[in-house]
């Protein structure tokens, strides 16, 4: 049934199309026109904050500061080998994943490790990602409460996350 999903939308698009007489081409060359235009605007920030994520972790200052965040998320209950997702997952959901897979390849799937890095990865966002997606396409330049509000949304979903492992 779910590979009969597009094509029967694109049939009820165009029996709606039929139905209110509208030239359907026209509009989809329109709609595709400002699908350009958005991934004009979108591309720019994508770039350079996937850059920045290379940068942070190829430097080698992840590890730095996961060493430093150590003292702080043990006694919170986040095991300081999840600590690269806490740090990479607002930035970028690919190389979150990618994190989160390492983690789950070394430690299993069902140590505490493992579990806490699954329920994390499904417990925050790509922050900076969503950010700069959405706020860059409106053109809106001050995000005002946005980021730091989203910041602890993640470090919540964090701690959710190593408290949900520890009870189950």
Known sequence: MSELIVPLILCGVGAFALVRRCDLYPALVRGAAEGLTTAKKILPPVVVLLSAVYLFRASGAMDVLVRLLSPILTPLGIPPE???LLLIRPLSGSAALAAGADIIATYGVDSLIGRTAAVMLGSSETTFYVISVYFGSLGIKKTGSAVPAALFSDFIGALA????????
């Open 82 to 84: 999840c600590a690269p």
């Open 161 to 168: 996350a190593a408290l949900t492992t520890r009870l189950f």
